[in-house]
C-alpha cells in the first residue's frame, strides 16, 4: 500500500479551496487535522474528511501529534511565523507563494527548517505545471540548445475579483507583484536557470479605486547571457486566455462570451470583504466530490523560449516545438488529479528523500526578483541580485 502523508492545513481560505480537488484526491496525502479561526469553516472540514480534527490556531495544530506536515495557505505575511512554528514543532512545510515577503523572513524561514531536519518546498507555483516541467525537461536535455531569449505574457482581471483591503496594499503583500509576479518569474527562473543578474521594470496602477500595482513589464538578464521580458495585466480587459485556446488558468474551458464578467460583478457587491470571504471554505464550498481527471494542464498565459535551434511555446496540451524545418507538440502527460505536480513534489521531498526544485532557497530566490521588480519601478534602476540560485541538475 502506498504510504500517505498525514497532512494538515492552515488557512482554510480561497488558496486551499483552489487546492482541495488536489489535496483530496491525490493518492499520496491524507488530511488529517486543520486550523482556521472561522468555526463554521472547521465544521466543514470534519463534514468532508470524517475522522480529521480541526483547531482554532495554529499553536494548536502544530500540537497534533498526527500531523506530520503542514500545507501553509494563510495570507503572504504570516507565512513566517507559521512556518518557524512548524518547523520547531517538527512538522515539514508547504508553503503557498510567495513565501514571504521580505527576504529576512525567507531567510528566518529557512533557517527554521534547517534547524529542525525538516523539509521546506515552496508551492503552487505555475512553474510546476506539467508544460512548464516538459520545456524544462527538454531545455535540460540540450538538443535545442541553450535558452537565449524567453516572452512572457499574461492578461487577467486579477484585480477586479473581490479583495480584502490588504490585498489592495502592496506593502502587506497585496498587488499583482507579490501574489502573480511570483508565479510568472518562478517560472522564467526555471526555464532559464534560475540565475537572474539584473532586472529593469516598470509597475503600473492607473485605476485610483484600485490603490496598488495592477500591472508590471520587467526584463531580466541571467548570468549567461539569456535574457527574458515579461509582461503582467490584471487590469480585466484583454485576457491572454485567447492565446491558450480559450482554456482558463485552472485548465478549465473558458466561455470568450463572457468578457468583462469580474468588472461587472464587482460593481454589483456592496462589501468587498463579505463577497471575499463567501469565496473561502466554508458552508457555500459546493459538495466534495472525487475530481475529474483534468483534459488540460494549468497555464499562465502565453510563453516562448527561445533556443540556439528551436522555439519551444507553452501550450495547454504540452510544449509546441518550432524547430528550421517542422514544428511539433511535445505532450505532457496529465496529472491524476489537477496540480497532482505540486504534491508530487512535496510527498517525494517528505517520503522518498528527493530534494525539491522549489526549496526554501529557490523561494527566496523568486521573492527576490519580486521584490526587484517593485524597487527597479520605484528608483528608475537596474537592480542586481545577490539570492539566486541554479536549477538543481
Same mark, same amino acid.
Given at each position: 500500500?502506498?504510504? #500517505?502523508?498525514?497532512?494538515?492545513?492552515?488557512?482554510?481560505?480561497?488558496?486551499?479551496?483552489?487546492?482541495?480537488?488536489?489535496?483530496?484526491?491525490?493518492?499520496? /496525502?491524507?488530511?488529517?487535522?486543520?486550523?482556521?479561526?472561522?468555526?463554521?469553516?472547521?465544521?466543514?472540514?470534519?463534514?468532508?474528511?470524517?475522522?480529521?480534527?480541526?483547531?482554532?490556531?495554529?499553536?494548536?495544530?502544530?500540537?497534533?501529534?498526527?500531523?506530520?506536515?503542514? *500545507?501553509?495557505?494563510?495570507?503572504?505575511? *504570516?507565512?513566517?511565523?507559521?512556518? !518557524?512554528?512548524?518547523?520547531?514543532?517538527?512538522?515539514?512545510?508547504?508553503?503557498?507563494?510567495?513565501?514571504?515577503?521580505?527576504?529576512? =523572513?525567507?531567510?528566518?524561514? !529557512?533557517?527554521?527548517?534547517?534547524?529542525?531536519?525538516?523539509?521546506?518546498? !515552496?508551492?503552487?507555483?505555475?512553474?510546476?505545471?506539467?508544460?512548464?516541467?516538459?520545456?524544462?525537461?527538454?531545455?535540460?536535455?540540450?538538443?535545442?540548445? #541553450? /535558452?537565449?531569449?524567453?516572452?512572457?505574457?499574461?492578461?487577467? =482581471?486579477?484585480? *477586479?475579483?473581490?479583495?480584502?483591503?490588504?490585498?489592495?496594499?502592496?506593502?502587506?503583500?497585496?498587488? /499583482?507583484?507579490?501574489?502573480?509576479?511570483?508565479?510568472?518569474?518562478?517560472?522564467?527562473?526555471?526555464?532559464?536557470?534560475?540565475?537572474?543578474? $539584473?532586472?529593469?521594470?516598470?509597475?503600473?496602477?492607473?485605476?485610483?479605486?484600485?490603490?496598488?500595482?495592477?500591472?508590471?513589464?520587467?526584463?531580466?538578464?541571467?548570468?549567461?547571457?539569456?535574457?527574458?521580458?515579461?509582461? *503582467? $495585466?490584471?487590469?480585466? #480587459?484583454?485576457?491572454? =486566455?485567447?492565446?491558450?485556446?480559450?482554456?482558463?488558468?485552472?485548465?478549465?474551458?473558458?466561455?470568450?462570451?463572457?468578457?468583462?464578467?469580474?468588472?461587472?460583478?464587482?460593481?454589483?457587491?456592496? =462589501?468587498?470583504?463579505?463577497?471575499?470571504?463567501?469565496?473561502?471554505?466554508?458552508?457555500?464550498?459546493?459538495?466534495?466530490?472525487?475530481?475529474?481527471?483534468?483534459?488540460?494542464?494549468?497555464?499562465?498565459?502565453?510563453?516562448?523560449?527561445?533556443?540556439?535551434?528551436?522555439?519551444?511555446?507553452?501550450?495547454?496540451?504540452?510544449?509546441?516545438?518550432?524547430?528550421?524545418?517542422?514544428?511539433?507538440?511535445?505532450?505532457?502527460?496529465?496529472?491524476?488529479?489537477?496540480?497532482?505536480?505540486?504534491?508530487?513534489?512535496?510527498?517525494?521531498?517528505?517520503?522518498?528523500?528527493?530534494?525539491?526544485?522549489?526549496?526554501?532557497?529557490?523561494?527566496?530566490?523568486?521573492?527576490?526578483?519580486?521584490?526587484?521588480?517593485?524597487?527597479?519601478? #520605484?528608483?528608475?534602476?537596474? /537592480?542586481?541580485?545577490?539570492?539566486?540560485?541554479?536549477?538543481?541538475?
Amino acid at each position: 500500500m502506498t504510504r #500517505r502523508l498525514r497532512l494538515g492545513v492552515v488557512g482554510l481560505s480561497r488558496a486551499f479551496t483552489l487546492m482541495l480537488p488536489t489535496l483530496a484526491g491525490h493518492r499520496r /496525502v491524507e488530511l488529517v487535522a486543520c486550523a482556521d479561526p472561522r468555526p463554521e469553516a472547521r465544521a466543514r472540514f470534519i463534514q468532508d474528511f470524517p475522522g480529521s480534527r480541526a483547531h482554532a490556531d495554529m499553536a494548536a495544530l502544530c500540537r497534533d501529534e498526527a500531523v506530520e506536515a503542514i *500545507y501553509v495557505a494563510t495570507p503572504h505575511q *504570516y507565512h513566517a511565523a507559521d512556518v !518557524i512554528a512548524a518547523s520547531a514543532a517538527g512538522k515539514h512545510c508547504l508553503v503557498e507563494k510567495p513565501m514571504a515577503i521580505t527576504l529576512a =523572513d525567507c531567510a528566518a524561514m !529557512i533557517e527554521a527548517a534547517d534547524r529542525a531536519g525538516v523539509q521546506l518546498v !515552496i508551492g503552487h507555483s505555475h512553474s510546476q505545471d506539467g508544460p512548464v516541467l516538459a520545456a524544462r525537461r527538454l531545455i535540460a536535455a540540450g538538443a535545442h540548445g #541553450r /535558452v537565449r531569449l524567453i516572452t512572457a505574457l499574461t492578461y487577467t =482581471d486579477f484585480l *477586479y475579483r473581490p479583495r480584502r483591503a490588504e490585498e489592495l496594499d502592496t506593502a502587506q503583500g497585496g498587488g /499583482v507583484v507579490f501574489s502573480q509576479g511570483a508565479h510568472q518569474l518562478d517560472l522564467v527562473r526555471l526555464l532559464g536557470g534560475g540565475m537572474v543578474r $539584473s532586472i529593469r521594470a516598470q509597475c503600473f496602477g492607473w485605476d485610483a479605486g484600485r490603490p496598488t500595482e495592477g500591472a508590471y513589464t520587467a526584463f531580466l538578464q541571467f548570468e549567461d547571457g539569456a535574457t527574458a521580458t515579461l509582461t *503582467y $495585466s490584471g487590469h480585466g #480587459r484583454y485576457d491572454s =486566455d485567447e492565446l491558450m485556446g480559450w482554456v482558463g488558468e485552472l485548465g478549465q474551458p473558458r466561455d470568450a462570451a463572457s468578457y468583462g464578467a469580474a468588472r461587472q460583478a464587482l460593481a454589483g457587491i456592496a =462589501d468587498e470583504e463579505v463577497a471575499k470571504a463567501r469565496r473561502a471554505y466554508g458552508p457555500e464550498t459546493p459538495p466534495l466530490a472525487p475530481p475529474a481527471p483534468p483534459a488540460f494542464h494549468n497555464q499562465f498565459g502565453f510563453l516562448l523560449a527561445s533556443c540556439e535551434r528551436a522555439d519551444l511555446r507553452l501550450t495547454p496540451s504540452g510544449v509546441m516545438v518550432h524547430a528550421d524545418d517542422r514544428r511539433w507538440l511535445e505532450p505532457a502527460p496529465l496529472p491524476e488529479v489537477p496540480r497532482g505536480e505540486v504534491l508530487d513534489e512535496f510527498c517525494a521531498a517528505v517520503l522518498d528523500g528527493i530534494a525539491p526544485v522549489r526549496s526554501g532557497g529557490w523561494g527566496m530566490a523568486t521573492l527576490e526578483a519580486c521584490l526587484a521588480v517593485l524597487e527597479s519601478s #520605484r528608483t528608475g534602476r537596474d /537592480v542586481t541580485l545577490g539570492h539566486q540560485i541554479a536549477v538543481p541538475g
